[in-house]
């Protein structure tokens, strides 16, 4: 991890919020500032290594996890066709596995990289943070979709369109997030998620479209459901197990947000948040990565129970 000047030779903060090996505060962030308690002791972020160490095992994990799950699914949906009806359609758990597989097979190049260096250029680093957004904003729209709307309990031409719409629709929002990472060549190649100024439009959009799908759309869902009755009267236990894909991408939303204010200096950190922050925010996106392996398992129960 490269060093910080600012902060007398203290370890950069290296943040799962770029799981593939960002920083959450920038170099030049810090050349300038010190911290109120900085003359009593060095404030020094430990992050990096602990990250470097961890998450590749973590991600490990949560790939076996994920195919087993997914799999346990996929056969169960073979087997039992009849268990998977509204809101649990076929049309939508077949979708949701594909999105789920594709955010699973990124795991181990994600994994590698984080833990010997990314060295497959900038076009497969760029490939794969449009390939992790693709699967997630799809998975989002998917499970949005089905909580308000009877479109999936059947495979007709107006499910369809809606299908090629979510997709092709996913696929435009996470074109930011891939315009936005990058690599870089310090200490060793990175493939990072924020390789742009925290102010620039691409960064920003896919900062926006984040937060509007992993924070707003589960509010004005929820809002929307206890407020209209046919809603709310028309809940099953399939709909809270889609939801968990939300419950688990909340945090970590709200992460992203107070991580904005802090690059864009709207909240000044102390030598605390510096040293602490990076762990909530990887700690956050931690639990939304266990969604690829927790949502397979809650819609596996849901159908056959």
């Known amino acids: 991890c490269p060093q910080s000047p600012g902060v007398q030779q203290n370890e950069t903060s290296l943040s799962l919020e770029d799981i593939m090996g960002n920083s959450s505060y920038d170099d030049d962030y810090y050349d300038d500032m010190t911290f109120p308690d900085?003359?009593?002791?060095?404030?020094?972020?430990q992050f990096c290594p602990h990250f470097q160490r961890v998450a590749p095992p973590f991600l490990a994990f949560a790939c076996a996890a994920a195919i087993l799950g997914t799999g346990a699914m996929l056969v169960a949906l073979t087997?039992?066709?009849?268990?998977?009806?509204?809101?649990?359609?076929?049309?939508?758990?077949?979708?949701?596995?594909?999105?789920?597989?594709?955010?699973?097979?990124?795991?181990?190049?994600?994994?590698?990289?984080i833990g010997q260096g990314?060295?497959?250029?900038?076009?497969?680093?760029?490939?794969?943070?449009?390939?992790?957004?693709?699967?997630l904003f799809a998975?989002?729209?998917?499970?949005?979709?089905?909580?308000?709307?009877?479109?999936?309990?059947?495979?007709?031409?107006?499910?369809?369109?809606?299908?090629?719409?979510?997709w092709a629709g996913a696929l435009l929002l996470a074109t930011p997030a891939a315009l936005a990472g990058g690599t870089?060549?310090?200490?060793?190649?990175?493939?990072?998620?924020?390789?742009?100024?925290?102010?620039?439009?691409v960064y920003l959009l896919h900062l926006v479209f984040s937060l509007c799908l992993f924070l707003l759309l589960p509010a004005a869902l929820l809002v929307a459901t206890l407020a209209v009755p046919g809603l709310k009267a028309g809940r099953r236990p399939g709909v809270g197990a889609s939801w968990l894909f939300f419950a688990l991408w909340v945090p970590y939303s709200v992460g992203l947000a107070v991580d904005f204010l802090l690059r864009a200096q709207l909240l000044q950190p102390t030598c605390g948040t510096f040293k602490h922050?990076?762990?909530?925010?990887?700690?956050?996106?931690?639990?939304?990565?266990?969604?690829?392996?927790?949502?397979?398992?809650?819609?596996l129960a849901a159908g056959l129970c």
């Open 139 to 166: 998975q989002g729209l998917l499970v949005g979709s089905s909580s308000c709307s009877t479109v999936w309990c059947r495979w007709d031409p107006q499910s369809r369109r809606l299908a090629v719409a979510v």
């Open 184 to 201: 870089v060549a310090a200490p060793v190649p990175s493939c990072i998620r924020r390789s742009v100024d925290v102010l620039s439009p």
């Open 118 to 135: 990314w060295w497959l250029g900038m076009g497969l680093c760029r490939l794969t943070h449009l390939l992790w957004h693709w699967s």
């Open 79 to 113: 087997k039992r066709p009849h268990v998977w009806s509204w809101p649990q359609s076929r049309a939508l758990v077949v979708q949701l596995a594909v999105g789920v597989g594709l955010f699973t097979v990124l795991l181990p190049p994600v994994a590698v990289g």
């Open 38 to 45: 900085e003359d009593v002791a060095p404030c020094h972020n």
């Open 277 to 299: 922050f990076d762990y909530v925010l990887g700690l956050s996106e931690g639990l939304g990565v266990l969604h690829c392996c927790l949502a397979p398992a809650a819609l």
